[in-house]
T-cell receptor, first 111, second 106 residues
Framework: RKEVEQDPGPFNVPEGATVAFNCTYS??????FFWYRQDCRKEPKLLMS???SGNEDGRFTAQLNRASQYISLLIRDSKLSDSATYLC????????????FGQGTTLQVKP | NAGVTQTPKFRVLKTGQSMTLLCAQD?????MYWYRQDPGMGLRLIHY???????AKGEVPDGYNVSRLKKQNFLLGLESAAPSQTSVYFC?????FGPGTRLTVT
């Protein structure tokens, strides 16, 4: 079983739609959580950190459920420019600091 | 402030050749990482470093070596390149990625 699992999609949605991605992680010692965005043939870029209390950045909302070991990303009012692959990332910052990536979920927003 | 830079951006090697990929960061980060990304495979951690003079293996370390002699630089070496090492290589520092190196081994 992979340490971080995501539904690869693709998710095809119309402009203006609300879409949600989920991610599960297997290691309960995980301490930090992030969502990254990766455009085709480009480097991943940090979209937002994920906190237990939930956090919002404009149209994006991230939530963490430690009990269920589950992370989510909600995108409201989807734009064409949101089309990308979204990567769930977990950090076991015990003594290693390794960033563990999920395989990514592909989003395609259509006009 | 350049962030994370990688050199070279592209490279073609013949099987058996060697090369070194350079990653440099100017953010004073302790943690640096080397990943490879293949189509449909996601990012896989090759090696990482938690500080100057330290390195550790990731999930796919075979065929690669690394060094972190200076805090700002993290080098990835291929001693004898194989076609299976054709990939895009990303360096990360803290949570920030470099632009990648596209390597083809023929």
């Amino acid at each position: 079983r992979k340490e971080v699992e995501q539904d690869p999609g693709p998710f095809n949605v119309p402009e203006g739609a609300t879409v949600a991605f989920n991610c599960t992680y297997s290691n309960s010692a995980s301490q930090s959580f992030f969502w990254y965005r990766q455009d085709c043939r480009k480097e991943p870029k940090l979209l937002m950190s994920v906190y237990s209390s939930g956090n919002e950045d404009g149209r994006f909302t991230a939530q963490l459920n430690r009990a269920s070991q589950y992370i989510s990303l909600l995108i409201r009012d989807s734009k064409l420019s949101d089309s990308a692959t979204y990567l769930c990332v977990v950090n076991r910052r015990s003594n290693t600091g390794k960033l563990i990536f999920g395989q990514g979920t592909t989003l395609q927003v259509k006009p | 402030n350049a962030g994370v830079t990688q050199t070279p951006k592209f490279r073609v090697l013949k099987t058996g050749q060697s090369m070194t990929l350079l990653c440099a960061q100017d953010m004073n980060h302790e943690y640096m990482y080397w990943y490879r990304q293949d189509p449909g495979m996601g990012l896989r951690l090759i090696h990482y470093s938690v500080g100057e003079g330290t390195t550790a293996k990731g999930e796919v370390p075979d065929g690669y070596n690394v060094s972190r002699l200076k805090k700002q630089n993290f080098l990835l070496g291929l001693e004898s390149a194989a076609p299976s090492q054709t990939s895009v290589y990303f360096c990360a520092s803290g949570g920030y990625f470099g632009p990648g190196t596209r390597l083809t081994v023929t």
